[in-house]
């Protein structure tokens, strides 16, 4: 990559600090108050088509997988669409039922991945309808799909992607803000949707500017030989992209958990040596999280909580702001960023290029 790293040490830390900016720019020119919804230009979908989708299947990898995740329950939220997220590779292969009343949405930053391209050419082939979430303007998945969204992220360098994962989950609010203001959302939740949207850049801001407090909590745990991270419902993709970051920069092992299959078999790894990682928002779940809290606690494991007040049972936690419901999971990951990159740089890692990772895996 030739462009500038504009004073930081990494592009990886340029782009994760970019991100109130990237996202200012994937909501800008798109929001129609006077509605309460957004106009998206490529999609392609008119009123009376979005109006007979029946199921909505995402397909993606990697972080465009776990990106695909949150993006299907904004979209079961707010359209009441059936809607699940599928790695593209797994999706070609078990020969998919492929159904006139189902919208395939592929997921890529690069849109060359050549799993999901495949997924997409498969699909188009048997007469389905594709629309892309796609960083990159005219890349190869962008042409063979019937629409999209563009997500505006600008050029990501590091392997590991940030501002475009964010940039990506913001853009789906976009299209199931979009989706459900033609189904049943009101009026009155779309502009709650709207105003939560508006407030993320700013709110964004806020959380990196606990970068000290991360980077210290980060000295911590650069030691560790293995990590948990759990969420529930909304939360656990944000759980599942955290320990993809944190492993694919520092290597540490770390695995994702929904935190209540946790008393269904990782409740046996824990003890002092694994620190968990706990997504905690101020939602309807909230004291379900604190019980699996109190339950790694009783077992004498360390506890980082992500969430909206100070968890009593967590050894520390990171508080960010809070948004709607819906789009807590897209603040909540960015101070897991922070978190996966200074564990990395505390070990000493090469960030911006991993070992055995390419950018985009253009091969099967
Ligand atoms: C590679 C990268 C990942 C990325 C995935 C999908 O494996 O290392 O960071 O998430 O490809 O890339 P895409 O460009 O399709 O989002």
Do not use: W
Request: charged content about 25%.
């Amino acid at each position: 990559a030739s462009y500038d790293m504009g004073g930081h040490d990494t592009y990886m830390h340029k782009e994760i600090s970019e991100q109130p900016d990237a996202v200012d720019r994937v909501l800008r020119g798109r929001i129609d108050d006077r509605f309460s919804t957004v106009h998206l230009g490529g999609l392609n979908l008119d009123a009376r088509e979005a109006r007979t989708i029946r199921r909505i299947k995402i397909l993606g990898c990697g972080t465009s997988y776990h990106a695909g995740m949150i993006g299907a329950s904004l979209i079961e939220g707010m359209a009441r669409i059936p809607a699940d997220a599928e790695p593209a590779s797994e999706f070609r292969y078990r020969n998919p039922v492929v159904d006139p009343d189902t919208l395939y949405i592929a997921v890529s930053q690069s849109g060359e991945t050549y799993d999901v391209l495949a997924a997409v050419q498969e699909l188009k082939r048997k007469g389905a309808r594709v629309l892309g979430v796609v960083n990159v303007v005219g890349s190869a998945i962008a042409r063979e799909a019937d629409g999209g969204v563009y997500v505006h992220a600008g050029p990501e360098v590091c392997v590991v992607s940030t501002k475009c994962f964010t940039n990506t989950v913001v853009a789906f609010a976009l299209l199931a803000l979009h989706l459900g203001r033609i189904r049943d959302l009101s009026v009155t939740d779309g502009k709650r949707i709207i105003e939560g949207l508006r407030k993320l850049p700013e709110q964004i801001s806020e959380i990196l500017k606990l970068e000290d407090e991360i980077k210290e909590l980060a000295a911590e745990y650069a030691g560790a030989q293995s990590m948990m991270f759990i969420g529930r419902v909304r939360g656990y993709p944000v759980a599942l992209e955290a320990s993809l970051k944190l492993k694919e920069i520092s290597y540490i092992h770390a695995e994702a958990y929904p935190a209540s299959e946790l008393k269904h078999g990782p409740l046996a790894l824990i003890e002092p040596a694994l620190p968990t990682v706990a997504i905690v928002p101020d939602d309807d779940l909230l004291e379900k999280n604190r019980a699996a809290l109190e339950e790694i606690k009783a077992r004498s494991g360390r506890i980082l909580a992500v969430a909206h007040q100070e968890q009593e049972k967590a050894d520390h936690t990171i508080v960010v702001p809070k948004n709607e419901d819906e789009l807590d999971p897209i603040l909540m990951g960015i101070p897991l960023q922070l978190f996966a990159y200074h564990t990395a740089l505390a070990m000493g890692r090469d960030i911006d290029k991993p070992r055995n990772l390419a950018k985009s895996v253009t091969v099967e």
